[in-house]
């Protein structure tokens, strides 16, 4: 049994600052074995890519919209992703979803993945 299990999203106001996690769990499972992804989802939307970290975190990607106002790190020792998320905007307001996949082709697409958490909802409020 695997398990991705997001918190630390809340309520904020523009501008604020949230930190998300991603804790993951597993007899086997080695974080270190997947890279990790951050999405999010805004009602009636779909899914959308917001950032991606490497196996040791290496290299990282952001979607253009959070560029230079998200973070992504990983704490392999705790199994564990993060997602500092600063000067938010309303527009930021969406479910937030971790995802790790062990042989990415394209990490900006859901289905590349093999483990999804629950999410985490986001509200910013103008």
């Known amino acids: 049994q695997v398990q991705l299990v997001e918190s630390g999203g809340g309520l904020v106001q523009a501008g604020g600052s949230l930190r998300l996690s991603c804790a993951a769990s597993g007899r086997t499972f080695s974080i270190s074995e997947y890279t990790m992804s951050w999405f999010r989802q805004a009602p009636g939307k779909e899914r959308e890519f917001v950032a991606h970290?490497?196996?040791?975190?290496?290299?990282?990607y952001y979607a253009d919209s959070v560029k230079g106002r998200f973070t992504i790190s990983r704490d392999n020792a705790k199994n564990t992703v993060y997602l500092q998320m600063n000067s938010l905007k309303p527009e930021d307001t969406a479910v937030y979803y971790c995802a790790a996949d062990t042989n990415p082709r394209d990490w900006t697409i859901t289905g590349d993945y093999d483990y999804w958490g629950q999410g985490t909802q986001v509200t910013v409020s103008s």
């Open positions: 970290i490497s196996w040791t975190g290496g290299y990282t």
